[in-house]
């Protein structure tokens, strides 16, 4: 894309055009939509010049400059947008481009597939005054525009004038004419995949043809049909990504599987996933002939334990390795001493490790090949060896010591002075220190960098006492685990709602059930929601809903959009919306219901590409509207996802996706 970029800009030098700014988006309608009245049929031109003129290129070029001129569209600075088709470079430009004519320079020379053939839009910098050079049968045609916000407006009024005669031609004309090409089909495929209204009988066929499809849940005949695909990838996928999947479906999916190679990669799947199967699946995979299979059932979430401690004695070492962790609390004390002793290095490392959990470890053992980096942060340590790591270990091993819930008070004192930093900052994360001790410890926090909370304070948050405690904590991360809490008593709240760390306000914005409205109302001004709390703190049942017509001319434009939410507002607030300056209060016009169909239709040319994808989405949009962002390639995906997409056309859009994705006699 860079490459193709690149040569984009050598092509408009070798045109004599200067590239001035910085590349941003421009806020006028997009190069697609600029070319609409440029290429359509009925467009007439302002200027037409015959291709056999012995001086085309000169004369093309006049009449461009004089209508330039003559339009504005040059400007007082000679600065204008510019956009090229079929420029031969590998990328058609989805973006404006600002330019400025040098000396010298030939548009109708350079702008198309060879002289003489311009293919061009140029449009002013305000976006109100557009001037496009195609070529059509033997001749040029110039065509000029302005007031093109005022044509954009009529363009839509036009469209939604439409008869239910027009929009059943319209939809049956998507499926005459040349079929869509491969990218527009892939497109149909990924957004039926994630169209909510796709019947389950469709959303099955059109498994294998988007991964986007098994990456949300799923109902369960997609479920089933995905079970029994016969491309294993599509199995595969399933097991990778759909959750919430059934210990009988697993069981299927992994059992189903008559290759070793993909039974085992299906059992690693499970384990990883902690995933739940049947007993009888159980039962074949411990008892499966092939050594690495039984290796990852010994990692299965729910395997019987008796089955767990006879893995622990398996003849093959990678077994008996893998079992060691879950089956060592549950084994006689000669079975532990065989693991000890066993003659594979591997299984007497695990087996250790697990031994110094209760035993503490002497420094001989701690040098043991492949147990030292692992148990200085867990296992317990002798004095001397945890005094030696304390004193003389490298940074690393001083940080894993920091956290090694075995220590000696001396010594997590010790590492609390520790010159390192980073070692004092795990000490400052132990559960077992007062928040006295906490907050006596020197530690540099930076809050802009990403930090989970902590376990021991999230086990804490049903103890009212312990929350009022560590809410109070000089650690921000102590306080921002307690602000995760679901509920907390009504002083916490008041605390942390007005904590000096806004990811305190934040986490509680989106975690805990009891935080206030003003504080909500603040975080949303600078907090749109993140992937785990979508609808955080706008969806918050204590988020402001009433009172709210009062911002709708704050000059915040993330406040403002809050007028629409008050049950006060009126469809003529949302139309006012979807002229705003700013592009969130538009995309949030573009999404309100009460939009017009004429909006929801002008707002398909809006600068911002998120402010046109609400709007594709928008209910009532006319169907030779959606007929045309459905064979657009740029536009055909989110097309698909129209909510009032008929089932036929879905129909027929698969049968051209993949003619072999017939329906089930």
Not at 101 to 130: H, K, N
Not at 565 to 593: M, Y
């Amino acid at each position: 894309m860079t490459g193709g970029r690149d040569k984009f800009r050598e092509l408009l030098r070798h045109a004599g055009l200067h590239i001035v700014g910085d590349g941003k988006t421009e806020d006028v309608l997009p190069p697609r939509a600029a070319w609409s009245p440029v290429v359509a049929g009925e467009a007439t031109p302002t200027v037409k010049v015959r291709a056999d003129r012995p001086d085309l290129v000169a004369e093309l070029n006049a009449q461009w400059h004089r209508l330039a001129a003559a339009s504005g569209i040059l400007g007082e600075n000679g600065v204008f947008l510019v956009d090229v088709a079929g420029n031969g470079t590998g990328c058609v430009a989805r973006s404006w481009t600002r330019v400025r004519l040098m000396d010298q320079w030939d548009l109708a020379g350079v702008l198309g597939e060879r002289p003489g053939q311009p293919e061009f839009v140029t449009l002013s910098i305000d976006g109100d005054t557009l001037l496009g050079v195609t070529t059509g049968e033997g001749e040029v045609r110039l065509i000029a525009v302005d007031r093109v916000r005022e044509w954009q407006e009529a363009a839509a009024r036009a469209a939604c004038q439409e008869s239910p005669h027009e929009a059943a031609a319209a939809w049956a004309s998507l499926f005459q004419g040349p079929g869509p090409s491969e990218r527009v089909r892939e497109m149909w495929a990924h957004g039926l995949a994630l169209n909510p209204a796709t019947p389950d009988e469709l959303r099955a066929r059109l498994l294998g043809l988007s991964h986007y499809l098994l990456w949300r849940r799923l109902p369960p005949a997609v479920v089933e049909a995905a079970i029994v695909h016969p491309d294993r990838k599509v199995r595969q996928l399933l097991a990778e990504a759909q959750p919430y999947l059934t210990p009988e479906q697993w069981a299927r999916l992994i059992l189903g599987e008559q290759e070793p190679r993909h039974r085992w990669i299906f059992t690693l799947l499970a384990a990883d996933r902690r995933a739940e199967l049947t007993d009888t699946a159980y039962e074949q995979l411990a008892a499966d002939s092939r050594a690495h299979i039984r290796k990852e059932a010994a990692r299965l979430h729910g395997l019987p334990l008796p089955m767990v401690t006879a893995l622990a004695a398996d003849d093959d070492a990678s077994v008996r390795a893998s079992a060691c962790p879950r089956a060592w609390p549950h084994l006689d004390t000669p079975a532990r001493r065989e693991l000890l002793h066993d003659p594979s290095g591997k299984v007497r490392v695990e087996a250790l490790f697990q031994y110094h959990q209760e035993h503490p470890m002497p420094r001989s053992v701690f040098e043991t090949e492949g147990l030292k980096d692992r148990a200085v942060d867990t296992c317990r340590l002798e004095r001397d060896l945890a005094e030696h790591l304390a004193h003389h270990g490298e940074p690393a091993q001083r940080r894993a010591l920091a956290g090694n819930p075995h220590l000696d008070p001396d010594l997590v004192g010790l590492l609390a002075r520790d010159p390192d930093a980073t070692v004092r900052s795990v000490v400052a994360r132990r559960s077992d220190l007062t928040e006295e001790q906490r907050a006596a410890i020197p530690v540099d926090f930076d809050p802009r960098v990403h930090s989970y909370p902590l376990d021991w304070v999230m086990a804490l948050h049903e103890d009212p006492g312990a929350m009022r405690r560590l809410a109070a904590s000089s650690h921000p991360l102590v306080r921002r685990s307690v602000a995760r809490a679901r509920h907390l008593p009504p002083d916490v709240v008041e605390l942390l709602a007005r904590d000096d760390d806004r990811v305190v306000q934040l986490f509680l914005a989106e975690s805990c059930d009891d935080a206030p409205a003003d504080m909500l109302l603040r975080v949303w001004r600078w907090w749109t929601g993140s992937l785990s709390n979508p609808d955080r703190p706008h969806g918050h049942p204590n988020f402001p809903r009433s009172n709210l017509l009062r911002y709708a001319d704050d000059p915040n434009a993330r406040i403002r959009q809050l007028a629409l939410d008050d049950p006060e507002s009126t469809a003529e607030l949302v139309e006012r919306f979807s002229r705003d300056s700013d592009e969130e209060v538009r995309h949030r016009a573009a999404s309100d219901p009460r939009l017009t169909p004429e909006s929801a239709v002008r707002l398909l040319d809006d600068p911002r590409e998120r402010v046109r994808d609400a709007a594709a989405r928008y209910p009532g949009l006319p169907a030779g509207v959606l007929i045309r962002l459905l064979r657009d390639t740029d536009t055909a995906q989110t097309a698909a996802q129209h909510p009032e997409l008929p089932i036929p056309v879905m129909e027929q859009m698969l049968q051209r996706i993949d003619p072999s994705a017939s329906a089930t006699p």
